[in-house]
């Protein structure tokens, strides 16, 4: 029985150690890891509660981050609870796993510290790893701050382990920005975590001798399709026990989660629809804007990123006030326009009002994303917003050095 | 057609690839098949193929019979029972009990040859003949044991 | 909102440093920050910790500040580093050194329209003394508790106890000796 491990109503943590402390309280009986910066401390931390007696699970050492996804695979399949972390190239490197853990319906969570891919080699953080997994159909929640890096993970587990969703979920959150910066946290007693997190239900458990089953079957052109339709339906319906879930949570703790976050939208004539700790930073911005200029600025931010939540996106955009929208990418665009800039498009195409968005491309290997940097691009939207039409090519860089780049322009309104 | 030793009413009854094609609402959950449609009471290691109430979905329910177009015979009196063919056959078509080698299973044979191929014995206890061939006229036609060139 | 910068090299203690005072700071219901700019720097290469503090919770993740406090832990840093960066007028200096406050600044042309804010202390020989080894992270802070008034001493020996609580009692000690000292003898 694993001992109790004494919390202060308030600790100052980083956001791994957030996050090692949710899967000691989830009680997660494998992690079967191959440590990376700057995701380490999660896995190290989950090692060190097992060595002092915190939890009764196993920590499986393995070869490699496939090996790694692969050894969660095989005891997700066994019927265990399991988790595990990574960032950058080992998340490239379980890419390939990932697809099969979901394919299989194998609820594991993934705690992902988002960090660029190389080349060049760099250790900080992007969101170029989150943007690898979109398609490889997991639920993608993001955490911003390091108390959200401690609520999130609890409720992955019973998001994905829930019997209508059954999926594979990973939980971001900012390399270095959130995952090395101690913030005041409030962690719940481990009797209260668990208790909401709930004991793990095996489906199809290959350990349960009564009722043997083969995991991993291959199929062809005839049966594959069906498959595949019938995962992403799952993933599609997963948004109701998300949903759900994030209100259990908030009666349990006050503490509200949205699939889409919205700050200061009512009235707000400009937007920034962003990821991550930005989110934070850029609803910051707002507020000092509307203070000392009057401008007025909105935040949207899609806290589940996978499946996307075009619904709400489109309810957030959908609104007269709103004129014009940026879409912040933290990742190399890669030869088309930022991932949450085709996503957010496609939803705010179906509004009423459909407002002028643009692209940004930022951040990038851990650049600075500063206040000022954030009022600059909702001035700029007040500009498209005054002056009728788009007033800059549709993708820009904020925060690069060198001349201006900018990529394809409108036809629409001049 | 000789469907080979311990057929059953389960063993083999549809050819692979006819199952009937349900729509992705009827797949099961992560491509997990079930071998039983039944909770078991007992330990199946412990119950014998031919005894085991196996699902649709468990392939000794298939057959791929109609995927060979020669067929390994065996003959008991040449057999010295060392589990060769058993071993290395990749598709669980020898038949043996408590080390006593009993035969084919026609119906999961796909006639590669693998068996005859390491058969210790001289002549060999398992040859291959045309599928067509009657197992009697097979076994009458078995050739003799080979001298050792001086 | 109080913000402070750390000028330190990997290994210095700067982060443990940072994430101790954030400790302390909240166990008095406020909210705080600490973070490192470190990445895959290894023992020796300079590097920044940062600590921000304020009555509301904290939502700026820009890592750029404009600090209130600037605490330099390593001697050579003040002379190669860009401590005055992004400063205001009323930012104070804390700066690790074994020359006189006048000999210092008399070195360092940037720190020369400031010298009623910067504030001199021996963090590296103090802990030398105490701890046995060149740890200037904890007596830096008993300086900072002096120059800023945040808390009294007494209160702030008892939670760094708290924060330290993991190490043997003989560490323990020592700390409090250094933080003692550096509180007396920072000038």
Same mark, same amino acid.
């Given at each position: ?46 090692? @060190? =509660? +097992?060595?002092? *007696? ?6 499986? %050492? ?8 692969? $050894? ?120 209260? @975590? =668990? +208790?909401?997190? *709930? ?6 458990? %290959? ?8 995991? $991993? ?198 | ?150 | ?187």
């Amino acid at each position: 029985m694993a001992k109790k491990f004494e919390l202060n109503e308030v600790e100052v943590w980083d956001g791994n150690y957030a996050t090692s402390q949710a899967l000691r309280q989830a009680q997660v009986d494998v992690v079967a890891a191959y440590p990376i910066t700057p995701s380490t401390p999660i896995v190290e931390g989950y090692g @060190a =509660y +097992k060595a002092n *007696g915190y939890v009764d699970g196993e920590f499986v %050492m393995v070869e490699s981050e496939h090996g790694a996804m692969s $050894g969660c695979v095989g005891a997700a399949a066994a019927g265990g609870r399991v988790a595990t972390a990574t960032s950058s190239q080992g998340f490239a490197l379980m890419t390939e796993v990932l697809y099969q853990a979901s394919g299989m319906r194998l609820p594991i969570v993934l705690c992902v510290v988002n960090r660029s891919l190389a080349s060049p080699l760099n250790v900080r953080g992007d969101h170029s790893d989150m943007y690898l997994g979109r398609d490889s159909g997991w639920i993608n929640i993001d955490a911003f701050n390091a108390q959200e890096a401690y609520d999130l993970p609890l409720c992955a587990f019973k998001i994905g382990e829930h019997l209508d969703v059954r999926l594979p979920v990973m939980v971001h959150q900012d390399g270095f920005t959130t995952s090395h910066k101690a913030q005041n946290v409030r962690p719940l007693q481990d009797e209260v @975590a =668990y +208790k909401f997190v *709930g004991d793990y239900v095996p489906v199809d458990d %290959m350990l349960d001798f009564s009722r043997p089953v083969t995991h $991993g079957a291959q199929t062809e052109e005839d049966w594959h399709f069906e498959h595949k339709a019938k995962q992403h339906k799952a993933l599609m319906d997963s948004t109701k026990v998300i949903d759900e879930v994030f209100k259990k949570f908030k009666d349990l703790t006050g503490r509200e989660y949205k699939r889409v976050e919205t700050y200061y939208m009512d009235d707000a004539e400009v937007a920034i629809v962003a990821l991550g700790s930005s989110v934070e930073t850029a609803t910051l911005a707002a507020k000092q804007l509307r203070e000392e200029e009057g401008i007025k600025a909105g935040v949207v931010a899609p806290r589940v990123f996978r499946p996307f939540p075009y619904d709400l996106i489109r309810d957030a955009l959908d609104k007269e006030s709103l004129k014009a929208v940026c879409c912040m990418d933290k990742s190399a665009p890669g030869g088309a326009m930022g991932a949450l800039f085709n996503e957010v498009s496609a939803a705010a195409y179906t509004t009423q009002s459909r407002p002028m968005i643009t692209n940004y491309i930022y951040g990038l290997g851990g650049r600075d994303f500063s206040i000022d940097e954030a009022k600059r691009i909702f001035k700029e939207q007040k500009a498209h917003a005054d002056a009728g039409h788009i007033t800059t090519p549709i993708q820009q860089f904020s925060g690069v050095r060198g001349p201006k780049l900018g990529f394809f322009e409108t036809k629409r309104g001049n | 057609m000789s469907r080979g030793v311990l057929a059953t009413e389960k063993r083999g009854v549809r050819e692979l690839g006819a199952e009937e094609k349900v729509g992705w609402d009827a797949v099961p959950q992560g491509v997990v098949l079930n071998s039983f449609d039944n909770i078991l009471k007992e330990n199946v290691s412990h119950v014998k193929p031919e005894d085991r109430d196996y699902s649709d979905f468990n392939s000794y329910t298939a057959t791929v019979a109609s995927w060979r177009v020669i067929k390994p015979v065996y003959n008991r009196d040449i057999c010295i029972d060392c589990q060769n063919c058993w071993v290395w056959c990749p598709d669980t078509s020898i038949i043996s009990r408590d080390k006593q080698m009993l035969g084919i299973d026609y119906d999961h044979c796909k006639g590669c040859g693998v068996c005859v191929e390491v058969c210790p014995t001289n002549p060999k206890s398992l040859l291959m003949f045309g599928e067509a061939q009657e197992l009697e006229d097979a076994l009458a036609m078995w050739p003799e044991k080979k001298k050792k060139a001086k | 909102m109080i913000e402070i910068r750390w000028h330190s090299r990997a290994g210095q203690g700067a982060v443990t440093g940072a994430k101790g005072l954030g400790t302390v700071v909240a166990t008095t219901g406020k909210q705080v920050q600490a973070y490192a700019l470190y990445g895959s720097a290894k023992r020796g290469a300079a590097m920044n910790a940062y600590n921000r503090i304020d009555d509301e919770p904290i939502t700026n993740h820009e890592t750029k500040m404009n600090p209130d406090y600037v605490l330099v832990i390593d001697p050579a840093l003040a002379f190669t580093d860009d401590i005055t960066k992004n400063d205001k007028p009323t930012t104070k200096y804390i700066i690790t050194t074994n020359l006189s406050k006048e000999e210092l600044i008399s070195q360092i042309p940037a720190l020369q329209d400031k010298a009623d804010r910067v504030y001199t202390v021996d963090a590296i020989q103090i802990s030398l003394d105490t701890i046995g080894r060149s740890m200037p992270n904890t007596p830096i802070l008993g300086a900072l508790m002096k120059v800023s008034g945040m808390y009294d001493l007494d209160f702030f020996l008892d939670n760094m106890k708290k924060v330290l609580s993991k190490f043997p009692q003989k560490i323990i000690d020592a700390n409090m000796e250094a933080i003692t000292r550096a509180y007396n003898e920072v000038k």
